[in-house]
């Protein structure tokens, strides 16, 4: 097993780094926001829920 940040060999104190500098330089990147999930924005639904007690009109019970 090598190092995700340089490839040398691991450190058992350290795993999976192979020293506490390179721990500290991921570390730094998780704080940094460099490592991320890539994700969508979704698209809010325009119709309105079922039982939320609207119509296409608003609320009952309210002049149209």
Do not use: Q
């Not at 940040?5 to 691991?10: L, M, Y």
């Not at 104190?13 to 490592?35: E, I, K, M, T």
């Not at 969508?40 to 019970?61: C, F, K, Y």
């Amino acid at each position: 097993m090598s190092c995700p940040i340089c490839g040398k060999p691991v450190d058992p104190a350290y795993r999976p780094f192979c020293s506490r500098r390179c721990a500290d330089v991921d570390l730094a990147h998780w704080l940094r926001g460099n490592y991320a999930i890539p994700a969508t924005e979704e698209e809010p639904d325009e119709s309105p829920e079922e039982g939320d007690g609207e119509g296409p009109d608003g609320p009952p019970g309210l002049p149209h």
